[in-house]
């Protein structure tokens, strides 16, 4: 699979992180279940995480994602906010 196609998964998510955090400067979601949609990585980094402590950031994903996680095995989370 090429970098730039995404799976539908991949791009579902991202999309929903795109609505949820709207000031992000990178999203990026992969698949880490082989295209089955059971695991995914995120990584985001964007302006609302900044003063928040990780524990708080990846809350704020996983209630954006909750429909979702519902589905899934597994999700790593990688937040940040931007340099300032």
Same mark, same amino acid.
């Given at each position: 699979?090429?970098?730039? +196609?995404? %799976? $539908?998964? /991949?791009?579902?998510?991202?999309?929903?992180?795109?609505? *949820? #955090?709207?000031?992000?400067?990178?999203?990026?979601?992969? $698949?880490?279940?082989?295209?089955?949609?059971?695991?995914? !990585?995120?990584?985001? /980094? +964007?302006?609302? #995480?900044? !003063? *928040?402590? %990780?524990?708080? =950031?990846? =809350?704020?994903?996983?209630?954006?994602?909750? !429909? !979702?996680? *519902?589905?899934?095995?597994?999700?790593?989370? #990688? %937040? +940040?906010?931007? *340099?300032?």
């Amino acid at each position: 699979r090429g970098f730039a +196609s995404q %799976t $539908d998964g /991949e791009s579902r998510l991202a999309g929903l992180l795109r609505e *949820k #955090f709207p000031r992000a400067s990178a999203i990026k979601v992969v $698949d880490i279940s082989g295209g089955c949609g059971a695991m995914y !990585e995120i990584h985001i /980094e +964007s302006e609302e #995480f900044r !003063e *928040k402590r %990780t524990v708080q =950031q990846h =809350q704020m994903v996983n209630q954006a994602l909750s !429909e !979702e996680i *519902k589905h899934m095995h597994g999700l790593r989370i #990688f %937040t +940040s906010a931007p *340099k300032a």
